[in-house]
């Protein structure tokens, strides 16, 4: 530790692990595929039906005996009778009799004495006189050629998504070419979020001396919603009285797995969330800049209570290194953690004597080969515009003295 480092702080995986550690993992529920997106997907999937479920077309053109043109050329074209024409979603397989073909749109069912496809660009008339004659030009590749086969992506009874990821439009999509219309997913965690502070005020209503405008509330909701949890309820509690005890009750009321406070959680003479949950919660000091001031605990009846520091940036951070974590395990995600990219710092900026630093970054990719980290803040922990810029953290280890110019940096992307 270098000389000024803090002595009484606690790491940051130290203090991951006890979140994790009290984090349950919640029921699995089916949904149609329309309701899975955004979801982890709590049982692998597995094909129903082959994909693709038959030999098909590549290609819109002719279906025809490879043998028949295999020597085609401009010099030596061939010419073959068209003996059934074949739209995609058509059941006929008609017979072809040497000299014969079919014509055939993508995705059509290929016939079953075709043995390739030869795509209208290789035959003198194209679309245009592709009924009656047809003259081949070009000779395909091999046999085979532009033929999709039955089952070369996925047979019956493939793995066709693992569990414990989560469920994008491309994911659904093969669950449903596989025949699936039902997933098993994680149970949406449903999250209380509350402000605590006597000098917040709604958006957009006229400031008095010592008001500020509540944000952290759209913050965390926002935050929340985008880890996969249902927000059920957004509250602000002053610095005083008992409004996170019973800003708990009213979460639990409506079925909350987890309440986030954000402020009240400091050194300061009003820390309300401090001073009324000390019975519920364990508060600590982590080795990390900003959130240095972290509370976490549960219930009797099991709901996960944390809070974070007031300041926009270290509630923003905290929720990323702590609660979006807990959100994921609810739900089964097998990865907790955000992607993580090693790039050169585009500036150097100080870091905290002794703490891990999470700095809110934009990254340059004007040079494709070479993106970079730009610092979106100065750093300070109540610069939420700056964090309206923000892409990613860049991640300085605490033993670091500082990041240059050109330092590689560890960059956890967060949009």
Known sequence: MRPGAPDDLIEVAEHLATVLEATPTLDAVDVPLAAAVGRTLREVVRAAVDIPV??????????????????????????????????????LDPALEPGEAARIMTGSPVPADATAIVP????????????????????????????????????????????GIV??????????????????????????????????????????????????????????????????LRA????????????????????????????????????????????????????????KPQGFGRTPSGTLLFGLPGNPVSAAVSFEVFVRPALLRMQGRADLGRPLLRLPAAAGWSTPPGRMQYLPVTIDRTDPGSWRAVPATSGGSHLAGGLGRAEAYAVVPADADRVAAGDPVDVMLIS
């Open 120 to 163: 209208f660009e290789s035959t003198a008339g194209g679309l245009a006189d592709s009924l009656g004659d047809v003259t081949v030009l070009v000779a395909p590749a091999r046999a085979g050629a532009h033929i999709r086969r039955r089952g070369e992506d996925a047979v019956v009874g493939d793995v066709v998504l693992p569990a």
């Open 54 to 91: 038959f030999d098909n077309s590549a290609m819109d053109g002719f279906a025809v005996r490879f043998d028949d043109v295999a020597d085609a050329t401009d010099a030596l074209p061939v010419r073959l009778r068209v003996v059934a024409d074949l739209p995609a979603g058509t059941g």
């Open 167 to 232: 469920l994008g439009a491309l994911q659904v999509a093969a669950a449903a070419a596989a025949g699936v219309d039902r997933l098993t997913v994680g149970r949406m965690p449903r999250v209380a979020v509350v402000s605590t502070g006597s000098e917040l005020v709604p958006p957009g209503s006229p400031l008095e001396r010592g008001q500020i405008p509540e944000s952290n509330s759209e913050l965390l909701a926002g935050l929340a919603s985008g880890a996969g949890a249902e927000v059920v």
């Open 236 to 291: 602000s509690v002053p610095d005083d009285g008992d409004g996170p005890r019973e800003a708990i009750a009213a979460a639990e009321a409506l079925g909350s797995d987890l309440v986030v406070f954000t402020g009240g959680v400091s050194a300061g003479a009003y820390e309300v969330v401090k001073n009324t949950l000390g019975d519920s919660m364990t508060f600590t000091k982590v080795r990390m800049q900003p959130g």
